[in-house]
């Protein structure tokens, strides 16, 4: 029989390695792109009833701790301008898609 001290450390020590297991990682440039595209297609989706946005179509970019993806300088997809940031885990989501007057 495992003494109770033991036995409660161990597993308490499982606990802390399966949460740190769990923990999300930060996304790869490509994952954030991936993100980027689908979060930018879901809100023209639901706005104008269009996704014309693909993941190559910008490089996403890590600004400190958010990621940046979109069209930078006024650059525009299928007519609309995208804007799109979120955590280096993919929380905290802003996404913003507009048709720019003309």
Not at 39 to 46: E, G, H, K, S
Not at 72 to 97: C, H, I, L, M, N
Request: proline share 8%; with cysteine; net charge neutral.
């Amino acid at each position: 029989m495992i003494p109770t001290r033991l036995r409660i450390l161990t597993q308490g020590l499982a606990l802390l390695l399966l949460s740190a297991c769990a923990a999300p990682r930060p996304l790869t440039q490509v994952s954030a792109g991936t993100l980027a595209a689908r979060l930018a297609n879901d809100r023209c989706r639901a706005a104008y009833g269009k996704t014309p946005f693909h993941p190559e179509d910008f490089e996403a970019s890590l600004d400190g701790d958010r990621w940046h993806w979109g069209t930078p300088g006024g650059g525009k997809v299928d007519g609309f301008e995208v804007d799109v940031t979120f955590d280096a885990r993919g929380r905290s989501r802003q996404v913003d898609v507009r048709i720019p007057p003309e």
